[in-house]
């Protein structure tokens, strides 16, 4: 078994992570998913989605034990083993939140995998921190929005 933490904080309420989870183009935009084939998806208990990593096949995955703004859970599972990444949201202070990923391959044949996965070690922290800046984008955007509607 291989398992790998890592975390970021970002300049936004907890509120605002999975309403940009749930925008197609911002996952794309982020780089941490290369593009989302399917338009449309929802982020809940058992969500499937079709992914295709830049320079990489498709990868099916789906969407486990979401949990209403505090985390979820992403399975990715490859011939006998699968790829779990635990995301959890937690406060961490006014507007800011930390975003934690623990991503665990687990299975007969994990051990198959595990020069694959230890590239994860390396690209989770980047995915990781350009996810945490367009949260903050989104969050500054939306801040501006309702300041503009003052006027």
Not at 36 to 42: A, H, L, V
Request: glycine share 12%.
């Amino acid at each position: 078994m291989w398992t790998f933490e890592h975390s970021v904080e970002c300049k936004a309420e907890r509120g605002l992570r999975l309403a940009v989870l749930d925008q197609r183009q911002q996952l794309a935009g982020n780089g941490l998913f290369g593009g989302i084939s399917r338009p449309r998806w929802s982020v809940q208990s058992g969500a499937k989605f079709i992914t295709k990593p830049r320079g990489g096949e498709a990868i099916n995955g789906e969407l486990e034990d979401v949990r209403d703004g505090r985390g979820a859970v992403v399975v990715i599972r490859v011939p006998g083993a699968a790829l779990r990444c635990v995301w959890k949201f937690e406060d961490a202070g006014t507007r800011a939140t930390r975003l934690t990923q623990q991503a665990t391959i687990q299975g007969e044949q994990a051990q198959n995998y595990l020069s694959e996965v230890a590239e994860l070690e390396r690209t989770i922290p980047q995915g990781m921190q350009r996810l945490a800046e367009t949260i903050e984008q989104f969050a500054l955007g939306s801040a501006l929005g309702r300041w503009l509607c003052l006027f």
